[in-house]
C-alpha cells in the first residue's frame, strides 16, 4: 500500500493513500459562504414574504434564518464526516470530502477518526441537525415549545463546542497546523460562532420562557 505525505499535524500521522485537495480552497469557502447567504436569504424572504408569518418579529426571523443554515451545516457537511471515515481517500473531487480534507489541516483527529471527534459530530449532525429546522417550523407557527427546544438544542451546541476546544487544549494543540488560516481562522474563529450564537439564543430562550413562567404566577390571596 502506497503512503503519500500529507499537509496534517503531527506529521508522522499515519494516513495511508491519502489524496491531496482536487479543487483550491478558496473555491471550498467560496462555495460554504455562498450557500450560507444563499439558506439566510431564502429563510428570510420566507419568514417575511408570506402572509402566514407576518406575525414574525425581526429577532424570530433571524432566529429561523440561523438555526436553518446551523441545521443544514450539521446535517450535511458533519453528517459527511462521520459517514465517509476515508473521506482523505477520495479522489473523485467530491465537494464535502474536500471540504474535510481542508478542515483536516486545522484539526486532524477528523482525518484519524479520533473518537470523541467522531461521537460529537455524530450528536451533532444527527440530532442536532434534524433538529434544527423543526426549531425553524415551531418559530413560524409559535408552536409553545419553541423556546425549550432552542434552549435545549443552543446547550447542546455550547456543550459540544466548549468540549472540542477543552480537548485541544488539554492535548496541546497538536493537532492543528501553526499557520493562522488554519488555527485562528478555521480552528478558533469558526468554531467560536457556535459559542457565541448559541448563548445569545440560550439567552433570548431564558428570557422567554421566565416571563411566561412570570406571568403564570398564582396572585396572592388577600387575606
Known amino acids: 500500500m502506497t503512503v503519500r505525505a500529507h499537509p496534517y499535524f503531527p506529521l508522522d500521522l499515519h494516513l ?3 489524496v491531496p485537495l482536487q479543487v483550491d480552497f478558496v473555491y471550498i469557502l467560496g462555495v460554504f459562504f455562498a450557500a450560507v447567504v444563499l439558506v439566510f436569504a431564502g429563510t428570510w424572504v420566507l419568514s417575511g414574504g408570506c402572509r402566514r408569518h407576518k406575525h414574525l418579529t425581526t429577532t424570530e426571523r433571524l432566529l429561523a434564518c440561523w438555526f436553518m443554515v446551523t441545521g443544514l451545516i450539521h446535517f450535511v457537511i458533519e453528517g459527511w464526516v462521520v ?3 476515508d473521506f482523505y481517500q477520495d479522489a473523485s473531487g467530491n465537494y464535502l470530502s474536500d471540504t474535510w480534507k481542508e478542515y483536516s489541516k486545522a484539526d486532524s483527529r477528523y482525518a484519524s477518526r479520533d473518537s470523541f471527534i467522531i461521537s460529537m459530530e455524530a450528536i451533532t449532525a444527527f440530532l442536532w441537525g434534524p433538529l434544527c429546522p423543526l426549531l425553524v417550523h415551531a418559530i413560524f407557527a409559535v ?3 419553541r423556546y425549550t427546544l432552542m434552549a435545549v438544542v443552543s446547550v447542546g451546541q455550547i456543550y459540544g463546542d ?3 476546544y ?3 487544549f488539554l492535548e496541546g494543540f497538536i493537532h492543528s497546523r501553526p499557520e493562522p488560516l488554519y488555527f485562528w481562522f478555521y480552528f478558533v474563529l469558526i ?3 457556535w459559542i457565541v450564537v448559541p448563548f445569545l439564543c440560550l439567552l433570548h430562550a431564558w428570557n422567554k420562557i421566565s416571563a411566561a413562567v412570570g406571568s403564570s404566577k398564582p396572585k396572592a ?3
Open 83 to 85: 459517514a465517509k471515515a
Open 162 to 164: 466548549v468540549l472540542y
Open 16 to 18: 495511508p493513500e491519502y
Open 166 to 168: 477543552g480537548t485541544c
Open 221 to 223: 390571596k388577600r387575606r
Open 191 to 193: 468554531n467560536a460562532i
Open 143 to 145: 408552536k409553545p415549545w
